[in-house]
C-alpha cells in the first residue's frame, strides 16, 4: 500500500514534470533556435517476490532536446554562405540601381560632351557653341566624379562594416566562450544530464558567428565547443576566446585585414563565406575593378581630348592649351618601407592602362612593376641609374627661377644643374664660379663639343680628352678672361667687371645637357636665365627672362632610364631605396576626383589649325625652300613667331648650317647643301621638334622667315579632328569607343548584380530548406503539444487517483481496525 | 512527416513576399512602360540599350549638321544663280557695247550699268550667312572675303582652306569655298572681265569690237567655272540628302530595336501582373485557412 502511495507520489511528478516541460515547449513556440524538448520515463528495477517480479512504476530519466547536430553543421555552412552574399547583394543592388538613374550616365554625358564638339564644327568661332563645349566638359567631369564618389562612399561604408563585424565576432566569440564555460560545469556535475537551453542558445551564437566568418565547430566530450577559423586557426576553445583585430595592410592602407591580436602580421587569409569574405569580395570583384574601370575611362577620354587639343590653336593663335587637368596618380609607400627612396608615377599613355593596381619592388638592384590584376610583370634597372640622386620642383631656386625635374629620370642633369647652383649665384659678382665639367670626348673637336664665351670659341686641345683644366688653360689664353679651378669645377672671371656669356653645345653637350646663356641685357641678374637645352628629361625653366616669364616646361627624353609598365612611367624622385622596399600606384582609384578644366575661357578653345607662312627674306638669291606641308613636328606651333633660318657656310663651327632665330633664342643646325638631291635633305630642329625637308642650293646669307598664317576664324579643322575621337577605339585598352566602354562597364555591373541575386536566392533557398527540416524536427508543434498536455493531463489525474486509492484502500484498512 | 507550428507560418509568409516582390517588378515596368530598370534586369540588353541611344544622339547630332551644310550650301547656290545672272547681263551688255550704232553717251550709260553690276557682284560674293559669316571665305569667314586694292583690282583676303562639315562617322562634306578659286582664277576672272568692258565702253576708241569678243570670252570661262561649282554644289546637296535619308533610315531601326530592347511590352507585363496578383491571392486564401487549423477550436 505504501508502495502504491510511493507509485502514486511518483508518477503524479512525473506528469507534472511533463507537463511542466510541454508548457516550456508551448511559450517557446516563437523562440528562434528553440529546440523541442521531450520529457524521458524509463521503468523502475522491478522487484522479485518469489518466482515474479513487481513492477515499481517509471523514473523520471531526463529531458531530451530534439537537436541534430549534423544539421546544425550544415546549417551554419549555409548561413556563411547566404551572409556573404547577402553583403554582396545589398551593396551591388545599390550601385545597380544607382548606375541606372538618368543622373549618373557618363557615356550619355560623353556622347554630348561630342555633339558639343561637333557643335562647336558648325560655327568654330560661336561663342555659345563654345562656352556649351565647356559646359558639356564640366558636366561629364561632375558627373564621373560623382559616380567615383559614391564607388569610394561604399569603400568607405564597406570598410567600416568590416570593422563591425569583426567587433561582432569579437562579441560572439566571447559569449561562446563563456556559454562553454558554463555547459562544462553543468555537464559535468550530473552524468546524463544537459543544460538544452544553454546549448540553445550556444547555437543560436554559432549560428549568428558564421553569418559573420566561416566556422569549423568541434564539439568536445566535456560538451565545450571549440571553434576554428580561416585555416584552422583557433578562435574559441573551451571557455577561452581569443581577440581579433583589424590592421590596414601595409601596401595599401584601404586594404583592411583581420588578424589574431595575439599574432599581429598574421591575416586570415580564409574568410571561407560570412559577411567579412562578402564585404572582401565585394571590394576586390566588383568596387575596386568598377572604379578603376571608370577612372581609366575619364583618363582616357581626357587624354585623348588633350592630346588632339594640342594640335590645334585656340582663336588668339595660341597653339592649343591642356583642356583637361590630370593630377599624376597618388603613390602608395609600403608602410614597411626602411629606405627613403621617394617614388614618382606618371600616366604616358593611358590607353594602355588596364583597371588594376599596380606594383613596384625593388630587390637591391631591380625594380619589379608588376600589374597585380594578373601579376604580369616587368623588370628593369630604374634603381640603379637614378637612386639617391632626384630632384624634386623647387629643390632649386636660383634668382627666383625654380628649377625642378618634372617627369622622369634626370640624374645626369639633376646632378649638373645642382653643381651650377653655387656657381650662379657666385656670378652676380661677375665671376662665374664652380661649373661642372665633367670629362668630356672631343674625338672630332668642336664638332663634338663647343664653349663659347661671349661667343668666342673657348680653344681647348683637342681632339682626345679634354678635362676641365683643359677648358680652364683655353680660357687664361683668352684675352680679359681668367680662370681657375676648385675641386674639378671651373671659375672663370672677367676682368672689366661687365657680365659674359657662357654657351656650351655640339652632340657632347646635347647628351650631356646643360647649355648656359646670360642675358645681353646689363640690368637684368646675371644668370638671370638658364636655359637647360638637351635630349634629355623634361625640367621646369622660369624666371626673370622676359621670353620665359613664369615657368616653362622643356620636354626631354628620359634616355630609357625611367621605366614603366601599361603606359605608366615610373622613376625615382628621391632618397635611397632598400631591399624589399615596394611602393603601390592604382591610377584609376586617385585620379578621378582631380580631373578639372583646365580651360576657363572658352576663346581658348583650339577649334582651329595653324597654317605656317613661309617666305623668303630680302636679298635671298639662292634656291633654297621649304615646302610648308613637308614641315612637321610635335611642337610645330609658334609660339615665338617668326622664326628664321639663315644659311651660313660657316654657321656651324666653321662648317656650312643653318643658324635658326625664334624670339631670343637661337640654335645652329648643320646642313650641307652638297649632301642635298632633289629630294630635298630632312633637317631636325630638337628644341623647335621640327623636322623639314630644306631643297635646293642656298646662297650665303640667304633667310626663311617661318610665321603662323594669320588665325581663321572659320576654321573647325581641329574641331572636327575632336569630333572624331567620338568614334575611335581609345578606351577598352584600344577595344572600344569611350561611350562604348562606358555601356560595358554598365553589363559588367549589371551581371555582378544579377549574378549575386541569383546566388543569394540559391544559398537562401538551401538555407531555408534546411532550416525547414531542422524546424521540422525540431521546432514547437502547438497542436502536438496541446495533445500531450490532454495526455499528461489524464496521466496527472490518473496519478492523482493512485493516491485516492491508496489513501481509500487505507482508510478501509482503518476503519476496519 | 512532422511540421513545426512556425514553420507553417514561415512558409507561406515567404511564399506570400516572393509574389509580392513580383508584383513591385511588374508594377515599376507597367508605370514606367520600360522594360529593363536597372542593369541587372538585362546587362546585356542595357549595355546594347545606351549603345543605341549614344548613336541615335549622333544621328540627331549629325541631321543638325546636314540642316546646317544644306542652309549653307543652299545660300551659296542661291548666290550663284545670283552672280551668274549678273554675268549674264554683262554678256548683254558687252554685245550692246559692240553695236556700231551706239554713240558715246549710250557707251557711257553702258559703261554706267558694267559699274552697277560690278557692285552687284562686290556684293554677291561678300554675301554672309544667318550667323554672320562670309560664305566664300574659306575658313577665314569673319572678314569681307573680297576686296578692292588701291590699284582697283579685287582682291581674296580670304583663307584657301574650304571648311567641312560632318554628315556621319566617315563621311565629310564641304560647306564653305575658298571664293578666289570661283571668281579671280586667272582667265575666269569676272571682276578683271567686268573691269575690261567698263575701260573699253569708258575709251574712246571706236571699234572695240575685238576686245568685246575677248571679254565675252572670259566671261563665258567665268560663267564655265561657276556652272561647275554649282554642280559640284548640287552634288554635295544630293551627298547630304543622301545621307540625310541613310540616317533618317538608321534612326527609324534604332528606334524599332531600342524600342525592342528597352520598352515593356504591355500585353505581357499585365498578364504577367495578372498571374502574379492571383498567385498572391490563392496564397492568402490557403494561408487563412490553414491558419485557422488548429486543434484548439474544437475544446472551445
Avoid at chain 1, 562553454?180 to 547555437?203: E, H
Avoid at chain 1, 576654321?715 to 562606358?742: K, S, V
Amino acid at each position: 500500500m505504501s508502495g502504491l502511495l510511493r507509485l502514486g507520489a511518483q508518477a503524479l511528478s512525473n506528469a507534472q514534470q511533463a507537463i511542466n516541460t510541454t508548457g516550456h515547449n508551448i511559450s517557446n513556440v516563437s523562440t528562434e533556435g528553440y529546440s523541442r524538448q521531450t520529457v524521458r520515463f524509463e521503468t523502475q528495477s522491478p522487484v522479485q517476490r518469489g518466482s515474479s517480479f513487481i513492477g515499481q512504476g517509471a523514473r523520471f530519466a531526463g529531458i531530451t532536446r530534439n537537436a541534430e547536430a549534423y544539421m546544425s553543421g550544415q546549417i551554419r555552412q549555409f548561413s556563411s554562405s547566404v551572409a556573404r552574399m547577402e553583403t554582396e547583394n545589398g551593396y551591388l543592388a545599390r550601385i545597380d540601381q544607382l548606375i541606372a538613374s538618368a543622373g549618373s550616365n557618363i557615356g550619355g554625358a560623353i556622347q554630348s560632351f561630342f555633339n558639343a564638339t561637333q557643335e562647336l564644327a558648325s560655327n568654330p568661332a560661336g561663342f555659345p557653341e563654345r562656352q556649351a563645349l565647356l559646359g558639356q566638359a564640366d558636366a561629364l567631369l561632375s558627373q564621373a566624379q560623382s559616380v567615383d564618389g559614391v564607388f569610394s562612399g561604399l569603400r568607405d561604408e564597406l570598410n567600416t562594416q568590416f570593422r563591425n563585424s569583426v567587433a561582432d565576432i569579437n562579441r560572439l566569440a566571447d559569449g561562446i566562450a563563456m556559454l562553454n564555460n558554463r555547459i562544462q560545469a553543468l555537464s559535468g556535475s550530473s552524468t546524463n544530464s544537459q543544460p538544452n537551453d544553454l546549448l540553445d542558445q550556444r547555437d543560436r551564437l554559432l549560428k549568428e558567428l558564421a553569418g559573420k566568418i566561416g566556422i569549423q565547430v568541434v564539439l568536445r566530450d566535456d560538451g565545450a565547443a571549440d571553434v576554428f577559423v580561416s585555416q584552422g586557426q583557433s578562435l574559441v576553445q573551451g571557455s577561452r576566446s581569443r581577440e581579433l583585430e583589424v590592421t590596414s595592410s601595409a601596401n595599401d592602407p584601404d586594404l583592411l585585414n583581420a588578424g589574431f591580436q595575439d599574432s599581429p602580421q598574421q591575416y586570415l587569409t580564409d574568410l571561407d563565406g560570412g559577411e567579412l569574405q562578402g564585404l572582401r569580395d565585394l571590394r576586390e570583384r566588383s568596387l575596386l575593378p568598377g572604379q578603376r574601370r571608370l577612372g581609366v575611362l575619364m583618363m582616357n577620354v581626357a587624354t585623348a581630348f588633350n592630346a588632339a587639343h594640342a594640335q590645334g590653336i585656340d582663336l588668339a593663335g595660341v597653339p592649343g592649351a591642356e583642356f583637361f587637368r590630370l593630377d599624376s596618380p597618388a603613390v602608395d609607400g609600403n608602410a614597411d618601407n626602411a629606405g627613403s627612396g621617394v617614388l614618382g608615377v606618371t600616366v604616358q599613355d593611358p590607353s594602355q592602362l588596364r583597371p588594376s593596381r599596380y606594383r613596384a619592388a625593388f630587390d637591391g638592384t631591380h625594380w619589379t612593376l608588376t600589374r597585380l590584376a594578373d601579376g604580369s610583370s616587368v623588370s628593369g634597372g630604374l634603381g640603379s641609374t637614378i637612386s639617391g640622386a632626384g630632384l624634386a620642383a623647387g629643390d632649386l631656386t636660383l634668382n627666383g627661377i625654380d628649377i625642378g625635374v618634372v617627369a622622369g629620370d634626370a640624374k645626369a642633369i639633376a646632378t649638373r644643374v645642382t653643381n651650377l647652383v653655387p656657381g650662379v649665384t657666385a656670378a652676380a659678382t661677375n665671376t662665374q664660379t664652380g661649373i661642372a665639367f665633367t670629362t668630356v670626348t672631343v674625338a672630332n673637336g668642336p664638332a663634338d663639343y663647343l664653349l663659347k664665351l661671349d661667343g668666342n670659341v673657348v680653344n681647348y686641345s683637342g681632339p682626345g680628352t679634354a678635362t676641365v683644366e683643359d677648358i680652364s688653360a683655353a680660357i687664361n689664353q683668352m684675352a680679359g678672361y681668367s680662370s681657375s679651378v676648385t675641386n674639378g669645377k671651373l671659375n672663370i672671371t672677367k676682368a672689366d667687371g661687365s657680365n659674359f656669356t657662357l654657351e656650351e653645345s655640339g652632340t657632347q653637350a646635347n647628351t650631356q645637357g646643360i647649355s648656359l646663356l646670360t642675358t645681353a641685357n646689363p640690368d637684368e641678374t646675371f644668370f638671370g636665365r638658364v636655359e637647360i637645352r638637351s635630349t634629355g628629361q623634361a625640367l621646369v625653366i622660369g624666371g626673370a627672362d622676359p621670353g620665359k616669364a613664369g615657368l616653362t616646361t622643356l620636354a626631354l627624353n628620359d634616355g630609357g632610364q625611367a621605366f614603366g609598365i601599361d603606359g605608366l612611367k615610373f622613376s625615382l624622385l628621391g632618397g635611397t631605396p632598400t631591399i624589399g622596399d615596394s611602393f603601390e600606384v592604382d591610377p584609376g582609384l586617385s585620379t578621378t576626383q582631380a580631373l578639372d578644366l583646365a580651360i576657363n575661357d572658352a576663346n581658348r578653345i583650339a577649334a582651329a589649325k595653324l597654317d605656317l607662312k613661309i617666305v623668303d627674306l630680302p636679298g635671298t638669291t639662292g634656291t633654297l625652300t621649304i615646302n610648308d606641308s613637308e614641315l612637321t613636328g610635335s611642337d610645330k606651333f609658334l609660339a615665338e613667331s617668326p622664326v628664321t633660318i639663315t644659311y651660313t657656310s660657316t654657321a656651324v663651327w666653321g662648317s656650312p648650317g643653318f643658324h635658326v632665330v625664334w624670339g631670343t633664342t637661337s640654335v645652329r643646325i648643320p646642313y650641307n647643301p652638297a649632301s642635298s638631291d632633289r629630294n630635298g635633305k630632312l633637317v631636325s630642329i630638337p628644341e623647335l621638334g621640327w623636322n623639314f625637308v630644306a631643297k635646293g642650293v642656298p646662297s650665303e646669307s640667304d633667310a626663311l622667315q617661318v610665321s603662323s598664317a594669320p588665325v581663321a576664324r572659320g576654321d573647325n579643322r581641329n574641331a572636327l579632328a575632336l569630333a572624331a575621337l567620338r568614334q575611335a577605339p581609345l578606351a577598352g585598352n584600344g577595344q572600344r569607343r569611350f561611350t562604348e566602354e562606358y555601356s560595358a562597364f554598365v553589363s559588367s555591373i549589371g551581371v555582378a548584380a544579377r549574378q549575386a541575386s541569383t546566388n543569394l536566392e540559391t544559398e537562401t533557398n538551401l538555407l531555408q530548406q534546411a532550416e525547414a527540416y531542422l524546424e521540422n524536427s525540431s521546432g514547437v508543434n502547438l497542436d502536438e503539444e496541446f495533445s500531450n498536455m490532454l495526455r499528461f493531463q489524464q496521466f496527472y489525474q490518473a496519478s492523482a487517483q493512485l493516491i485516492k486509492v491508496a489513501d481509500t484502500l487505507f482508510q478501509s484498512l482503518i476503519s476496519s481496525l | 512527416m512532422r511540421i513545426s507550428t512556425s514553420q507553417i507560418f514561415e512558409t507561406s509568409l515567404r511564399a506570400m513576399q516572393r509574389q509580392q516582390q513580383g508584383i513591385e517588378k511588374s508594377q515599376s515596368q507597367l508605370s514606367s512602360g520600360q522594360k529593363v530598370q536597372k542593369p541587372s534586369d538585362d546587362p546585356i540588353g542595357i549595355g546594347r540599350t545606351l549603345n543605341l541611344e549614344n548613336q541615335m544622339s549622333s544621328l540627331e547630332q549629325y541631321e543638325r549638321n546636314a540642316q546646317r551644310a544644306k542652309s549653307t550650301l543652299g545660300l551659296q547656290e542661291q548666290t550663284l544663280a545670283n552672280v551668274g545672272d549678273s554675268i549674264l547681263r554683262l554678256r548683254e551688255l558687252a554685245l550692246q557695247g559692240g553695236s556700231p550704232a551706239n554713240d558715246t553717251r549710250e557707251r557711257t550709260m553702258l559703261a554706267g550699268e558694267v559699274k552697277a553690276q560690278i557692285n552687284i557682284l562686290m556684293g554677291l560674293v561678300n554675301t554672309r550667312d544667318d550667323t554672320g559669316e562670309y560664305v566664300f571665305a574659306g575658313t577665314r569667314d569673319d572678314v569681307p572675303p573680297f576686296v578692292v586694292n588701291a590699284q582697283g583690282d579685287v582682291e581674296y583676303q580670304g583663307s584657301p582652306t574650304a571648311r567641312q562639315l560632318a554628315l556621319n562617322d566617315t563621311t565629310t562634306v564641304q560647306t564653305r569655298d575658298p571664293g578666289d578659286q570661283l571668281f579671280l582664277d586667272g582667265e575666269s576672272n569676272v571682276f578683271a572681265a567686268a573691269n575690261e568692258l567698263r575701260q573699253l565702253l569708258e575709251g574712246s576708241d571706236p571699234n572695240i569690237v575685238p576686245e568685246l569678243e575677248q571679254v565675252l570670252v572670259r566671261l563665258g570661262k567665268s560663267q564655265e567655272v561657276l556652272n561647275a561649282q554649282r554642280a559640284s554644289i548640287g552634288n554635295r546637296l544630293g551627298q547630304i540628302e543622301l545621307t540625310d535619308d541613310f540616317n533618317a533610315d538608321m534612326k527609324l531601326q534604332l528606334k524599332q530595336v531600342l524600342s525592342d530592347t528597352r520598352d515593356a511590352d504591355y500585353l505581357e507585363a499585365i498578364s504577367l501582373f495578372n498571374q502574379q496578383v492571383t498567385a498572391l491571392e490563392a496564397i492568402q486564401k490557403t494561408f487563412m485557412q490553414v491558419s485557422q487549423l488548429s486543434i484548439l477550436r474544437f475544446f472551445q
